[in-house]
């Protein structure tokens, strides 16, 4: 099993930062594809960013220019900074990890990012 638990959310005026933090525990598989999805009211979940074990990232559309996700292998932790937030950044935001070689993958409990004036 794989634990992930998130921090960093919080409420921040448009034009702000945050950077959200993840850090897995567990029996984690050094192959593995670390990243951060978020889901809106009323809306599905969607991708953000992700960043494979050996450094190779992907970022949506919707945070590209303006999010940096990194991950530290070592520590097994993952971080998405994310600067000149808009409302429309607003979601709870999920810390995921995959395990391409047996097909899992594993969710944190997500946190709460509130992007208003």
């Known amino acids: 099993q794989v634990q992930l638990v998130e921090s960093g959310g919080g409420l921040v005026q448009p034009g702000g930062s945050l950077r959200l933090s993840c850090a897995a525990s567990?029996?984690?598989?050094?192959?593995?594809?670390m990243g951060w999805y978020r889901q809106a009211p009323g809306k599905q979940r969607e991708l953000v960013a992700t960043?494979?074990?050996?450094?190779?990232?992907y970022y949506a559309d919707s945070g590209k220019g303006r999010f940096t996700i990194s991950r530290d292998n070592a520590k097994n932790t993952v971080d998405l900074q994310m600067n000149n937030l808009k409302p429309e950044d607003t979601a709870v935001y999920y810390c995921?990890?995959?395990?391409?070689?047996?097909?899992?993958?594993?969710w944190g409990r997500g946190t709460q990012v509130t992007v208003s004036s």
């Open positions: 995921n990890v995959q395990f391409p070689v047996f097909s899992t993958n594993y």
């Open positions: 567990g029996r984690i598989f050094s192959t593995n594809v």
């Open positions: 960043i494979t074990n050996g450094g190779i990232t």
